[in-house]
């Protein structure tokens, strides 16, 4: 755009919500008018709840969550039960099953898989982290909610090792999960019915 | 969902997000999830880009335009031709025009159509202030860049009426616009070429 159309602010605006998923650049710029258009219905109270939430969110030094708690709602909520530890790639794969699952349990997020192409070794996932879990007592099964990708398999695989000392039953989700898929993406339907009829990890 | 996943700030800012057109509830998640984990590259840029847009945007009070200065940037541009006012119905068809042209022209944003259904007559238009900025003198030529709706046309009409006093050209869009079709989702280039072979409004 060779000449403003409004001011620099607003632009900038423009500029930043271009980047949130979801949105592209047109979007962005009906986002922005519309956030505009509703000032004090939505303009505002989202932009409080940003900063709040911006200023607030830590990732819990516990389970790999994140939250404006630390320890996280999830870990400090006593109505779940310990027994059972659901391990996720990503936090927001814990969100999906969080959505689809009745289960009162806990979980632990890796934050990625292992990739030796990329340079991702255990050390930079949350994996001691686990295994310090399982070792403190407690568990009795640790479900591997892991994606259904060559990375998120080779990572269940290297997990169940590092558990085969302990006395922790290892299941993974039911074959329900379409090959190649990502957990994210799936329908809550389907979700469900994998976490409910899950198998032995062998 | 029946049990906390999240702190309320987080609940909250997915509730705010998936308000924002373009956003879903689970795109608002995603976008939330994005956010955190962008939280210095993202979060705090944006968190702070809205609340200064939000503090400091207004309404021009002479063209009708939204920016963050009144009169807006398009109303004191200097390099931009008095004698041409392009006539929109919403600021979004400003923006979409402004993207689209090359024409170094001004604005009026009449804030809608004519909708005696509605309830929505002259006076809830910014027609009165625009049949004044003719009146000041200047202006010789009035683009009618509203909606082919029956609602863009008649208010159109209406406003030729209103203009029929003063010596100035009152044109349209040409057809190029899709009948029915909202200027907003076009493309930039029949945009362009619409405006090019604009046409006398009889
Ligand atoms: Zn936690
Ligand atoms: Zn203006």
Redesign the pocket.
């Known amino acids: 755009m060779p000449k403003p159309t409004a001011g620099p602010e607003i632009e900038r605006l423009i500029q930043l919500l271009a980047k949130v998923p979801g949105l592209g650049p047109r979007s962005a710029r009906r986002a922005a008018l519309h956030l505009i258009k509703k000032k004090e219905q939505l303009f505002f109270p989202l932009s409080a709840a940003m900063a709040e939430a911006a200023e607030k969110v830590k990732v ?6 994140v ?1 404006t708690s ?7 909520d006593p109505r779940r039960e310990d027994a059972t530890l659901i391990v996720v790639e990503d936090v927001s794969d814990l969100w999906a099953l969080e959505r689809a699952s009745a289960m009162n349990v ?2 632990h997020v890796l934050g990625g898989t292992l990739s030796p192409l990329d340079g991702v070794g255990p050390d930079d996932l949350n994996i001691r982290s686990l295994v310090s879990r399982v070792a403190e007592g407690g568990v009795s099964e640790i479900i591997l909610a892991v994606n259904a990708t060559v990375e998120g398999q080779t990572t269940a695989h290297y997990i169940t090792d590092q558990l085969s000392d302990f006395e922790v039953k290892v299941t993974r989700l039911a074959h329900g999960v379409p090959v190649g898929g990502e957990l994210d993406y799936l329908d809550e339907g389907t979700l469900a019915a994998a976490l409910k009829s899950r198998t032995a990890f062998d």
């Open positions: 819990c030094t516990r389970c790999g969550n939250d630390d320890p996280c709602t999830i870990c400090t806990r979980y």
